[in-house]
């Protein structure tokens, strides 16, 4: 199980990857050649641009924690960006971040307020995915700041569960002590 979430995280990544680039070749695939919008940038209202600034700056966020960038994240986080801002996936800058065992960025999101009880379209959470990981520092920090130790993915699966499956008895220990009536 542990051999596909790795697979599945990569193919994830890939189409996190192919869906940016597809919104420019959109049309491509339709077979038509793609147009220029008749769009004078003056004329955008001040509004759409900041719409679009902000987007960007999420869109920054969501990559730089996926990639461990800590002073970049720290930076964006700074420009009042969303921490909990979501992909098409339902992926948000902690899940990458958790997911790739960056323990540093998901200390600093979660300091900024972000979710640790998110969770993607699967039902994963980062601590699902810290544990699943064997990432026992991420998986405290996770812990400490009230995530949820019995929830489920969409397969009835607990953290506690992909730590066991990928034979990281360090993080089951830390998930069981912090486990209420052990």
């Known amino acids: 199980m542990n051999y596909l979430l790795r697979k599945s995280s990569l193919l994830l990544v890939i189409s996190l990857i192919l869906c940016i680039h597809s ?8 077979g038509e050649v793609p147009k220029k919008l008749p769009i ?11 719409e679009a600034a902000k987007q960007n700056l999420d869109l920054q966020l969501l990559i730089a924690s996926q990639n461990g960038k800590t002073a970049e994240v720290r930076s964006l986080i700074s420009q009042a ?11 948000t800058p902690i899940l990458w971040a958790a997911m790739n065992g960056h323990s540093d960025v998901v200390r600093l999101l979660l300091a900024s307020g972000a979710n640790p009880n998110t969770r993607n379209k699967y039902g994963w959470t980062p601590l699902m995915w810290a544990a699943g990981q064997g990432y026992g520092e991420i998986v405290r920090s996770l812990i400490a700041s009230g995530a949820r130790l019995n929830a489920q ?7 506690i569960m992909w730590a066991w499956d990928g034979k990281h008895e360090e993080t089951v220990a830390i998930l069981r002590s912090a486990t209420p009536n052990n």
């Open 23 to 30: 919104n420019v070749n959109a049309d491509v695939y339709a």
């Open 40 to 50: 004078n940038p003056s004329s955008l209202s001040k509004q759409t641009k900041q």
């Open 81 to 91: 960006t969303d921490v909990n801002v979501r992909d098409e996936y339902g992926w």
């Open 153 to 159: 993915d969409r397969n009835g699966w607990t953290a």
